[in-house]
Structure formats: structure tokens, C-alpha cells
């Protein structure tokens, strides 16, 4: 599993487990919940470019979001406070939509895809799970209306792009990249940033 896939896969699961919590799922509506965000993306993602899903015939994802559910019940994070469980849920959020970007953007590289097909498979593979999770739970997904959501996503996979065409896609450039994407993020949310709206009134 690429590092990437890896730190996406857990901060998904983590959030999926954290909005059960929130909403007072028992433990199996909240293992289902944090299987389907740390999966949906990655699943929609295969879909669409007519490969298997990789949890379908590989153990390794199951295993890791097992060992991110034992972590998270065994540091007790169901006992926290409500604030302190939305700091962290955005954080993990943050963190997920960022790599899983990333590491979709590699496999539209993979498969030679421009740089259009490249931003669609990192924002599907970012912005997929979360989605599915939101619409479970009956919130409204956060890409909707919130935070500069989607955009950070597809900025940060045509950045990948672009470090790849340019031959400069090393770990240490990666990582870079990873650490931009997520404080742009972070930032936009605490800033409340949101892409324009219509007006409903006409004007």
C-alpha cells in the first residue's frame, strides 16, 4: 500500500468512526460507516477506470482500518468532548482529502491520463468516501457547500501533475506538496472560505 493510500485510508477511518460516535451509531453502524468512508472513494475511483476494487482481493486495507478502529477505541476517543471531537474530525478529514488526492493523481499518471483525467481520479478518490458517509448519515457532503472542500482537492492533484511533468516528483516534493494541500485546507475552513454562491434573489 503506497504511503499515501496508507495515511488516507486511516484519517478516513477515523473520521467514519468519529461521525458514528457523533451520532450515537451502535458499534457495527459505526464499523460499516468508517469501512464505507475509507473505501468509497477508492471503489467509485476503480469503477469508473474498469479495474477490481483492491479491498475485493487484497487483505491489507481491511487490516488497516481494523487497527485504526482498535486504536481509536482503545485511546477512548468516544469520551471526548464534542469540541474536541470536531477539531479532530476535521483534521482527519483534512488529512484524508489531501492524501487520497495525491494518491489518486498517481494512478491517473500510471494510466497516462492528462491532466484533466489525472485532477478527476484524485478528487473522486478524495472526495468519494466522504460523500458516501455525509449522505448515510443524512448530512449534506461537505464538497457542497463547505470549506473550499473540493477545490483544495483538485488543486492539489494538478499539482502533482504538474511535479511530474516537469520531472521533479520526488518523496521530499511529494511530502511538500502534501503539507501545502493540507494547511490550504485547514486555513480554509478556519477562514470559513466557500466558492461563490447563485443568488437566489436574482440580483
Known amino acids: 500500500m503506497d504511503i499515501f493510500f496508507f495515511i488516507g485510508t486511516v484519517s478516513f477511518t477515523l473520521t467514519g468512526y ?7 451509531f451502535d458499534w457495527l453502524g459505526v464499523a460499516i460507516l468508517a469501512l464505507l468512508t475509507a473505501v468509497g472513494g477508492g471503489v467509485l475511483r476503480d469503477v469508473l477506470i474498469q479495474r477490481t476494487p483492491r479491498i475485493l482481493y487484497q487483505n491489507d486495507t481491511l487490516w488497516v482500518i481494523a487497527a485504526t478502529l482498535a486504536l481509536a477505541w482503545g485511546l477512548r476517543l468516544q469520551t471526548r468532548r464534542a469540541p474536541q471531537l470536531e477539531r479532530l474530525f476535521i483534521l482527519a478529514d483534512s488529512i484524508g482529502l489531501v492524501a487520497f488526492s495525491i494518491g489518486g493523481a498517481q494512478i491517473g499518471a500510471m494510466l497516462g491520463l492528462s491532466a484533466f483525467g489525472v485532477a478527476m481520479l ?4 478524495a472526495v ?5 458517509r ?28 504538474a511535479l511530474n511533468q516537469l520531472g ?5 516534493t511529494e511530502y511538500a506538496l502534501f503539507a501545502l494541500g493540507l494547511a490550504l485546507r485547514l486555513w480554509a475552513h478556519r477562514q470559513e472560505l466557500r466558492l461563490p454562491a447563485p443568488d437566489a434573489s436574482g440580483h
Open 18 to 24: 468519529l461521525l458514528g460516535v457523533r451520532k450515537r
Open 122 to 125: 484524485g478528487f473522486i478518490s
Open 128 to 132: 468519494g468516501g466522504g460523500m458516501i
Open 134 to 161: 455525509d449522505m448515510l448519515v443524512n448530512d449534506i457532503p461537505f464538497i457542497l457547500h463547505r470549506d473550499f472542500y473540493g477545490a483544495v482537492s483538485i488543486l492539489v492533484a494538478l499539482g502533482w501533475h
Open 168 to 172: 521533479w516528483q520526488r518523496p521530499e
